[in-house]
């Protein structure tokens, strides 16, 4: 493992000490919380219409270790103050496998939240391991994946309710080979350039005080997504999905959460990257693939300081061919610890790090907000 010389907070706090050098003696204060004097960046993101700079390690097993850096703008509609507030993003990272991706990211609310919208543009090129079991053994194929990538989301409120339906839609031409020779025998069909392109209907209850770091209420997804010719997919299947983040207090410093997630494809034509995957902290992603996958996990966060807090989190997940393989067997195990900072009091926005074991071993995680559905 790299070390990490620098923790995320100082690096944010280095920054806006020089950005903030020499500014005129009415906004040396931005930086500071009216409340407890403490470094918080709320005024500058709100009144200043600001940027938090994020640089930071990207430390997910599946892509090795490397670099990511970006700028994180948050917005605040004053007309509706109850509103949850906006966000925009653009950055890009590297990794120590030549894998590195660049993205434009925003996501906003309008008409007092009657409206929600998310939309993301990038290009993606990286090396991932893939793991199939063939007469009892399992093999491993390392791939380069390279691809634009357009995600376009719509979500409307149900009146007076927490309640809102939509869908999105999602389309890319993907590039896929091998980084290993004698590969394409076993792996057949794996190397070439595959068009997909989807669309997804979505619903979602939301009551959660607040989209960055939640303290109570319930965000739960169901979705159901086409991918068929007419959307310029060249696979016809069907995938269904179902996640719920549940949050509230234990005790008055304490915030209980657990995350219950099943993913499904419904189909024989499915793509090899297509199949849903276990994700959670402690597993590499694409390690552990199938038809079907079953996840649990929970995490607590202890409030031991207004800025200060610690997270404890642990989980388990199966993945599957079919649920009539849903037994006691094969499930696997991951959890960890991790400490986060209030870096901006107005939004509850908290950043930190994680390090969390599974069966793979060890890794470490970077933060920002939430590590679940946002």
Same mark, same amino acid.
């Given at each position: 493992?790299?070390? #990490? ?10 920054? *806006? &000490?020089?950005? @903030? ?8 204060? #931005? ?10 960046? $709320? $005024? ?54 030549? $894998? ?14 009657? #409206? ?8 993606? +090129? ?20 390279? %691809? ?38 076993? *792996? ?5 350039? *595959? ?9 979602? =209850?939301?009551?959660? +005080?607040?989209?960055?770091?939640? /303290?109570?209420?319930?965000?739960? #997804? ?10 310029? $997919? ?28 099943? +993913? ?8 090899? *990257? ?16 199938? &038809? /079907? ?8 966060? =202890?409030?031991?300081?207004p800025r200060w807090s610690m997270v404890g989190f642990v989980g388990t997940g199966k993945a599957m061919e079919g649920y009539n393989e849903l037994?006691?067997? +094969?499930?696997? =195990?991951?959890?960890? %610890? ?12 908290? @950043? ?8 793979? @071993? ?13």
């Amino acid at each position: 493992m790299l070390p #990490i010389k620098k923790p995320l907070l100082l690096v944010l706090m280095i920054f *806006f &000490s020089l950005f @903030g050098y020499g500014q005129k003696e009415k906004k040396e204060g #931005i930086f500071r919380d009216t409340l407890d004097g403490k470094f918080d960046a $709320s $005024s500058w993101l709100a009144d200043y219409h600001g940027f938090l700079p994020v640089i930071m390690p990207i430390t997910e097993p599946a892509v090795d270790y490397g670099i990511g850096a970006g700028l994180i703008f948050l917005h605040r509609n004053k007309k509706y103050p109850k509103q949850p507030p906006g966000m925009s993003a653009i950055g890009g990272g590297y990794t120590f496998n030549n $894998s590195w991706m660049l993205f434009l990211f925003h996501r906003n609310h309008y008409l007092n939240d009657r #409206i929600r919208y998310t939309g993301a543009l990038g290009y993606a +090129d990286v090396n991932l391991n893939f793991y199939r079991k063939i007469l009892d053994r399992e093999l491993r194929a390392n791939m380069n994946l390279n %691809a634009p990538l357009l995600f376009q989301q719509l979500m409307f409120r149900i009146p007076k309710t927490r309640l809102f339906l939509g869908g999105f839609f999602l389309t890319s031409n993907l590039e896929s080979k091998f980084n290993e020779t004698n590969l394409g025998d076993v *792996f057949q069909g794996w190397s070439r350039t *595959f068009k997909t392109g989807s669309l997804t209907a979505k619903t979602f =209850w939301d009551s959660r +005080d607040n989209t960055f770091t939640p /303290n109570k209420g319930i965000y739960a #997804i169901a979705e159901y997504g086409f991918h068929e010719n007419w959307l310029g $997919s060249e696979f016809v299947y069907k995938d269904a999905n179902f996640r719920a983040y549940m949050y509230g207090h234990w005790l008055a410093k304490v915030v209980f959460g657990l995350r219950v997630q099943t +993913d499904n494809v419904i189909g024989d034509d499915v793509p090899y *990257f297509a199949k849903p995957f276990l994700s959670m902290r402690g597993m590499p992603a694409m390690r552990y693939q199938g &038809s /079907n996958t079953l996840l649990f996990e929970t995490e607590e966060r =202890w409030d031991f300081n207004p800025r200060w807090s610690m997270v404890g989190f642990v989980g388990t997940g199966k993945a599957m061919e079919g649920y009539n393989e849903l037994n006691f067997d +094969d499930w696997k =195990w991951a959890g960890g %610890a991790g400490i986060r900072y209030l870096m901006a009091r107005w939004f509850n926005f908290y @950043g930190g790090f994680d390090l969390a074991a599974g069966e793979e @071993g060890f890794a470490f995680y970077v933060t920002v907000g939430s590590n679940w559905g946002r």
